[in-house]
């Protein structure tokens, strides 16, 4: 069954710098979006994307936040100056269309950030 | 009012128990429903979608209830691999330029104990 990867698993990095959160999703899939979980709480929606445009996005998801469709496999979640906070697990996740269609989910990567 | 909200649970449960879970949405508007499970870390999975008429899926039946913006979970015959967070998705209601969003509520924990 085709599934959406996401590299790295986890990411340890220092306050103030810049991160990139690669995932590829499914490949006939239309929407992509990027999900966070704080430690002990909810999945909380940051952002949407279809046709190459964010379509919807978070109050989390401010300036420091960025996504990418650079090649039309890869979709990339950019963190320009982590902060303490930002340390979360980070889903990526497509959908086919949508017309009732669920969610598939990578496995996450974990960032740290110390 | 939350947008989704969920038995807050942990549910303990012995092996064989009858568990039903309880969600009510605020928006009207949405169309889309969906249980997930989650494990320990680890990412969100599909269980079931949930439509109007309700539908079963071997030991699991969801059933809802547009008028009363209510969901629900029934799970029969619990195993030791039902210990989850299961968690209940809806649409964000309304489409604009092709999103779907889905929203998250907190999870109500299950464990099934021998």
């Known amino acids: 069954e085709p599934e959406v990867t996401q590299t790295p698993s986890h990411q340890v990095t220092q306050m103030g710098q810049e991160v990139i959160l690669r995932c590829v999703p499914i490949?006939?899939?239309?929407?992509f979006y990027w999900y966070r979980q704080i430690l002990g709480q909810k999945v909380e929606f940051l952002v949407s994307?279809?046709?190459?445009?964010?379509?919807?996005k978070s109050e989390i998801f401010d300036d420091q936040f960025s996504v990418e469709r650079p090649d039309g496999s890869n979709f990339t979640l950019k963190i320009r100056s982590t902060k303490l906070e930002d340390s979360a697990m980070y889903f990526c996740?497509?959908?086919?269309?949508?017309?009732?269609?669920?969610?598939?989910f990578g496995n996450g990567t974990r960032l740290t950030v110390t | 009012r939350k947008e989704v909200e969920q038995d807050p649970g942990p549910f303990n449960v012995p092996e064989g128990a009858t568990v039903a879970f309880n969600c009510t949405y605020s928006?009207?508007?949405?169309?889309?429903f969906f249980w997930y499970r989650q494990d320990c870390r680890k990412e969100p999975k599909l269980l079931m979608s949930?439509?109007?008429s309700g539908n079963e899926d071997g030991r699991f039946t969801a059933q809802l209830n547009r008028a009363s913006q209510y969901i629900s979970l029934l799970i029969r015959d619990s195993k030791l691999s039902d210990s989850a967070t299961y968690l209940c998705?809806?649409?964000?209601?309304?489409?604009?330029?092709?999103?779907?969003?889905?929203?998250f509520g907190a999870g109500t924990r299950l464990a099934v104990h021998p």
């Open positions: 996740a497509s959908m086919m269309d949508r017309n009732n269609s669920p969610l598939h």
């Open positions: 490949s006939n899939h239309l929407y």
């Open positions: 994307f279809y046709n190459n445009e964010i379509s919807e």
């Open positions: 928006n009207s508007a949405s169309q889309s």
């Open positions: 949930v439509y109007s």
């Open positions: 998705v809806v649409n964000g209601g309304g489409f604009s330029g092709g999103y779907n969003k889905l929203i």
